[in-house]
């Protein structure tokens, strides 16, 4: 299994794997925050007292199109070979998540870090209340994560 590493960002995490490449991002779900003039300096007393989530977001990499290079023409061969490529990883990642309960919705959208790539916005709750801690929030979303890896996705 693969030992993955949470780092704090204001209030997201990066998501690590074990040879310490991005694997995408996690933003728990602070709730309703009341009022929202005070938002982040509740946040910062949540995650202070390691209050605890019901759940979050978790952003990874869907697909890498190899198709928006400004400068490049492409063979309609290669487009379709690439297109072709890009649907059955699509259709993929549509299996596993369908296949992950504690995934609630999922949404693609350009990347934010490369416009080539698509990424996969992943609502998630959690079976039980988790703790705002990096090990907490990782042994959370570890299962997640290692299906997949173990699938060949991230």
Not at 1 to 6: A, E, N
Not at 19 to 27: E, I, M, V
């Amino acid at each position: 299994m693969v030992k993955w590493k949470l780092d704090q960002e204001e209030y997201h995490y990066k998501v690590y794997d074990e040879q310490n490449q991005l694997a995408g991002y996690f933003q728990p779900e602070y709730g309703e925050i009341q009022p929202p003039e005070k938002q982040d300096e509740i946040i910062r007393e949540m995650l202070k007292r390691q209050d605890y989530v019901y759940g979050g977001m978790l952003y990874v990499p869907l697909l890498k199109l190899n198709l928006f290079d400004e400068n490049q023409d492409y063979d309609l061969e290669y487009v379709v070979t690439s297109l072709d490529a890009s649907i059955d990883r699509t259709e993929r990642w549509k299996e596993c998540i369908n296949s992950i309960p504690s995934i609630i919705f999922a949404n693609a959208r350009k990347s934010h870090t490369d416009p080539d790539m698509l990424s996969v916005l992943l609502g998630i709750k959690f079976d039980n209340p988790v703790k705002l801690d990096k090990q907490n929030l990782i042994d959370a979303l570890k299962p997640i994560l290692d299906d997949f890896h173990d699938k060949e996705l991230l």
